[in-house]
């Protein structure tokens, strides 16, 4: 088949159209968090003393962690799917979460003495930490691998792994709303770990799945 | 390439977007001629036929024009596209490839070459079902249009469209399959 054979066809096509992947990328936004939401409910629950808690600085901090991470990343990945999109300004605001923690975790250092910062990092429940964030962030990753799809993203891999971020960072917002352990070591080491795995679980996907 | 190509083949698809299907036409051969110049180019050891990643390259353009923002330039779209297909042609033959990031300025259009030799998207129409096949055929070497097409084989111009689509999606996505190695499902067919 000469080129100018394959223009005829896909001219015949043209009338075929698709949703543009700005919306794709909204809808799977809406649809992710109504999975985490759904699956949040399902397998935890909100922390019985969520009405106090709401006014501690460490409660709200975690949601301004997590927040800043899903955004960020949701920006990144958006730039990744598009062919030929600049992605340096994404990539650089995606410092700003791992920023906000280090900050964090700095104050909680100078603020509390050297005697309780084990206690802390340890926190109650590590293990519900590093199993419900991955729990609850699965769904919402495989409707970012399924938008990537839908995308063309020139570096498949990293599109996977920058899902996987997305993911973790929604999944972390409701599971902080769960989460006793208030401390930013808690949140600098657990929740990290747990966003990491789904990260890592991201770009698997993105190496086997995202193909165009 | 030059400012007034950007916004002549800009505007050409934003035309064909909106459903002008001669402006798609001829976006499609001024890319082509683009992406040939820019493929060409960049192809200095042997082993992968140019014009081959040149249709694979349009396959890809056509099937993901979705992903194009109309508020964004429309040619730096079009050479990511070209430069993952040329680097993805490479690795399936096994060969790793460094391909330079900003290089626009320098590419030339080039006018298709005659040739005869066997061509990767001839082995992929030859994998489709028998209907998507002959209607893809119908209206792309034989040149029939839709209507023509819907005359000949006695169905209707709906069913023909819906061939051609699922015939296109599925050409495409059998070059994307390729991508990490030649073992994997639908891959027989393309090397023997």
């Known amino acids: ?212 | 390439m030059t400012g007034k190509d950007e916004a002549e083949l800009s505007r050409l698809m934003r035309a064909a977007i909106a459903g002008d299907e001669r402006a798609y036409a001829d976006f499609l051969r001024r890319t082509a001629a683009v992406v040939r110049g820019f493929i060409r180019r960049k192809i200095v050891q042997g082993g992968v036929d140019p014009e081959d990643v040149v249709q694979e390259t349009l396959l890809a353009i056509h099937v993901k024009r979705h992903t194009w923002r109309q508020d964004l330039p429309v040619l730096p779209w079009v050479y990511a596209i070209a430069r993952f297909k040329l680097i993805d042609a490479f690795r399936r033959r096994g060969r790793r490839v460094e391909i330079e990031i900003d290089e626009i300025a320098e590419t030339f259009a080039e006018p298709e070459a005659e040739t005869v030799s066997e061509r990767d998207i001839n082995r992929a129409l030859d994998g489709l079902p028998p209907g998507q096949r002959s209607v893809v055929s119908s209206v792309s070497v034989e040149g029939r249009s839709i209507g023509e097409t819907a005359v000949k084989f006695g169905i209707s111009e709906t069913a023909v469209r819906v061939s051609l689509h699922r015939g296109l999606a599925a050409i495409a996505k059998r070059f994307g399959a390729k991508q990490f190695g030649a073992r994997g499902f639908g891959v027989r067919g393309f090397r023997r």
């Open chain 1, 1 to 212: 088949m000469r080129t100018d054979d394959l223009i005829k066809a896909l001219d015949a096509d043209a009338r075929s159209t698709a949703m543009p992947l700005g919306s794709a990328w909204w809808i799977g936004a809406v649809a992710a968090t109504l999975i985490a939401a759904v699956m949040f409910w399902l397998a935890v629950g909100p922390r019985t003393d969520i009405a106090t808690a709401m006014y501690t600085t460490r409660f709200v901090a975690k949601f301004v962690f997590t927040i800043a991470l899903a955004i960020s990343a949701f920006a990144l990945i958006r730039a990744l799917s598009t062919p030929g999109a600049a992605t340096g300004r994404a990539a650089a605001w995606m410092v700003a979460a791992p920023l906000l923690v280090a900050v964090a975790v700095g104050l909680e250092l100078f603020s509390v003495p050297a005697a309780d910062w084990g206690r802390r990092l340890v926190g109650s429940n590590m293990l519900i930490c590093l199993s419900f964030i991955p729990l609850i962030g699965i769904g919402p990753l495989a409707v970012f691998l399924a938008v990537l799809r839908y995308g063309a993203p020139t570096r498949p891999v990293l599109a996977g792994a920058v899902a996987g971020l997305l993911a973790g960072g929604l999944a972390a917002t409701f599971y902080a709303a769960h989460c006793f352990d208030d401390s930013p070591l808690f949140v600098a080491t657990w929740y990290t770990i747990a966003i990491a795995i789904l990260a890592a679980l991201g770009a698997l996907g993105g190496r086997l799945f995202v193909r165009w």
